[in-house]
């Protein structure tokens, strides 16, 4: 059972939002568990305060350390990164973070608990980085106002490589990323859509020439819209014929 546990100043933001589809289905398998955690639960002051403003002037406010050590410590019994249980994750997400691929969503989904720390307002006290967590994470170059929909983004990815949480075990290993390029075209019916008509080959019942043309499509789509994943992934020479053939047109 991998367990979730989300920190935030907005529970409610996660309402409903794991209550669809595979995450739904491997929640109720007793798969996963995920519960988001309010803050201002673990402030000590009449006003529940969690942040502060920033030493040294600035705009905005920070997250203050404190209810974040008590709470990473009371939901992972350790208020330290190297006494966590080696199965822990605290992860933090921020604009700062290594951004999340495919590979940490593999890494993550071989825990037993994550912790999830959502940011907010102009950041999170520093020490949070250095004492607590085992992972700073973005999700991509762009600044959310917090960190919340990051924790989503992160929970989906990871709990749909959970083994038994997709329904065919081999829909994880056929698609963009897990082999370095992006996914290959799909149709379904009607076979003419508006002028237009689905790929002849996908008609011809011929599996290994279906194999091929979708080999060579998911080369074509991630040659346009990814160039980056081309340079890491290892080609065969028929492959890098095809590219180089097709680069003329
Ligand atoms: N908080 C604000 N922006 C973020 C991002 N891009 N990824 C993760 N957390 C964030």
């Known amino acids: 059972m991998l367990r979730f546990d989300i920190i935030t100043i907005f529970p409610d933001f996660f309402d409903g939002a794991f209550d669809h589809g595979i995450i739904r289905r491997a929640r109720a398998a007793g798969l996963v568990k995920i519960e988001a955690y309010d803050l201002r639960g673990w ?49 933090l997400l921020s604009p700062q ?37 085992t992972d700073e994470v973005s999700i991509g170059d762009y600044i959310l106002s917090g960190g919340e929909p990051a ?6 990815a990871v709990v749909r490589l959970v083994p038994g949480a997709l329904g065919s075990e081999t829909s994880a290993v056929n698609e963009s990323f897990s082999e370095g390029l992006l996914d290959c075209p799909h149709y379904t019916r009607p076979l003419e859509f508006r002028g237009m008509r689905v790929p002849e080959v996908l008609l011809s ?45």
């Open 151 to 156: 924790a989503v983004v992160v929970v989906d």
């Open 43 to 91: 402030t000590s002051d009449k006003h529940h305060t969690v942040d502060d403003r920033p030493f040294g002037g600035g705009d905005g406010m920070v997250l203050k350390p404190e209810p974040i050590f008590a709470a990473v410590e009371n939901l992972t019994g350790a208020g330290a990164r190297d006494l966590y249980p080696k199965t822990t994750r605290v992860v």
């Open 97 to 133: 973070g290594r951004v999340f691929t495919q590979a940490l969503a593999e890494e993550l989904a071989r825990a037993e608990q994550v912790v999830l720390i959502c940011g907010r307002y102009e950041g999170v006290d520093e020490r949070v980085a250095e004492a607590l967590v």
């Open 205 to 249: 019942g011929h599996h290994a020439l279906i194999a091929r043309w979708r080999r060579e499509e998911a080369l074509r789509k991630t040659r346009r819209n990814r160039p980056d994943l081309l340079e890491k992934v290892s080609l065969d020479e028929r492959e890098r014929d095809w590219l180089n053939e097709e680069r003329e047109f």
